[in-house]
């Protein structure tokens, strides 16, 4: 995408266009792996030396305060991040630890929802092992 496209999205979402931010979000729409802060700090290390990784965990705060990013609390060990912000479910595989998109309609979400809870949005997380582990 365009750092002019992300700039109106940013005003659109009423976020400050930096440097900083666009870099980190162009990343994550470029990268669909779901990667963690540090995975996107040293991703952006070499182009852009002067940025820290206080610099990379900002922007990430700023994005998902903002509404374009989400966060995937599916590993214990580290936090992870996604530019996909419709509902839509994450596997990770416990061999490669690699974190797949799989599609969830809204009303299967709606249906998982307790009785008497409104539903807003949803996420889904399934373990196992992944297509390319089986074999």
Do not use: W
């Amino acid at each position: 995408m365009a750092e002019t496209e992300i700039t109106a999205i940013f005003e659109k979402h009423g976020i400050r266009p930096t440097q900083q931010r666009i870099a980190v979000y162009s990343y994550l729409l470029a990268q669909r792996n779901h990667p963690s802060a540090d995975t996107i700090y040293r991703a952006l290390a070499d182009i852009y030396p002067v940025f820290s990784r206080t610099t990379i965990y900002n922007s990430l705060n700023a994005l998902v305060q903002a509404g374009l990013v989400r966060t995937v609390n599916i590993c214990a060990e580290e936090q992870r991040f996604d530019a996909d912000v419709d509902d839509h479910g994450h596997f990770i595989c416990e061999k490669c630890r690699e974190i797949f998109d799989f599609e969830v309609s809204s009303d299967v979400l709606e249906r998982l929802c307790p009785t008497g809870y409104r539903f807003s949005k949803g996420d889904v997380f399934f373990s196992g092992v992944c297509p390319g582990c089986c074999g």
